[in-house]
């Protein structure tokens, strides 16, 4: 997509290229222009550019082409969602299902009221339903018009904590099991570690970076470094279960980790999270330490968020480089005071070993 649009106060002009597979997150501060780009994508917003979805033109300025929403192949979900309060569940589900000509239909019935986990819900009234009921349904009723795309805008902006938690499993399985891409807006960074596989970080009606989330939330120059509860999340695959003591050791670009007893077998590909607050860096190894994950690593950079300051450190002693080939080394963030920085005197390119105290299983990677 290619989109320019003029308001007063705001400009958007946004050039990017997401993967035909897996969530891709748009996320950026409230007012930055994610849910203009979605509503563009959608021909909901006119913006100015291009807009295609693999080889399907939704819209080229040069041609003088749009096609309208009602034909584009999109399901659209957004942050309160809107179910016909006069019909059951079942019948919400319906509507749009007997719409699509049974040839044409992507998704079954049974798959979505399953992977959304709706089943008990079917005869409910949309008002007897809580929040996060109510969004599973949306979701599914969107499932159930086929789309080739689903647009996401804040699905889960309006639930509480544990609701939340509760839904994500459902967005990840979907993600999981559908081969549909789906386009997620969101200002929340627990969302982006969780759900994205590509991530486009907007800032002012502007792409301030995009790639894979792995290289993204790994940079300490992102807004989502400097979260509090910010951290790299890095995919690897698992190499070793210690049943005795209820490990997994995952291995990434660079290195390897020890995290909680994963319930998947060796070989599979997940994502695990180290946040920022719980890696610290040493000059030599440390002995006799409680932690178990020590990972050697090189300093590529730093930089100061008032009292503290974020480190960012690639795995493995050697120098940081990426071929044509292979890609670069996994990468770290540690989060440590200015004190500390001043202390230890660190030189980018240096060789540390990182402490990690903590890491966890985020999910299981989509196959590629
Ligand atoms: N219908 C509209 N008319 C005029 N200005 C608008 C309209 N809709 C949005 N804007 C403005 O356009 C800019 C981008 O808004 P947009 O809703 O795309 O941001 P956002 O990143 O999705 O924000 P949020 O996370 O708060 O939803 C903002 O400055 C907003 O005030």
Known sequence: MALSLSRPGFELQVDARLPGRGISVLFGPSGCGKTTVLRALAGLERASGRVALGDQLWQDDAQRLFVPTHRRPIGYVIQEAALFPHLSVERNLDYGWRRIAPGRRL????????????????????????????????????????????LMDEPLAALDAPRKADILPYLERLHLELDMPIVYVTHAADEVARLADHL?????????????????????????????????VLSGRIVEHDERFELT???LRGGALWVGRIAQPVGAEVRVRVPSRDVSVARSAPRDTSILNVLPVTLCGW?????MALL??????????????????????????????EALQLQPGEALFAQVKSASFMRPCAPT
Request: hydrophobic letters at 40%.
């Open 303 to 307: 930089r100061g968020e008032g009292s």
């Open 107 to 150: 998704t079954a019935r049974d798959q979505a009221i399953e992977l959304l986990g709706i089943e008990p819900l079917l005869p409910r009234r949309p008002e007897t339903l809580s929040g996060g009921e109510r969004q599973r349904v949306a979701i599914a009723r969107a499932l159930l018009t086929s789309p080739q795309l689903l």
């Open 200 to 232: 486009v970080v907007m800032e002012q009606g502007r792409v301030r970076a995009a790639g894979p989330l792995d290289d993204l939330l790994s940079r300490h120059d992102l807004p989502l470094a400097t979260d509090e509860a910010g951290g790299a």
């Open 312 to 341: 960012q450190l690639s795995l493995g002693h050697d120098a940081p480089s990426a071929t044509a080939t292979s890609r670069p080394a996994a990468q770290l963030i540690a989060r440590i005071t200015r004190r500390s920085l």
């Open 249 to 251: 050791r995952v291995a």
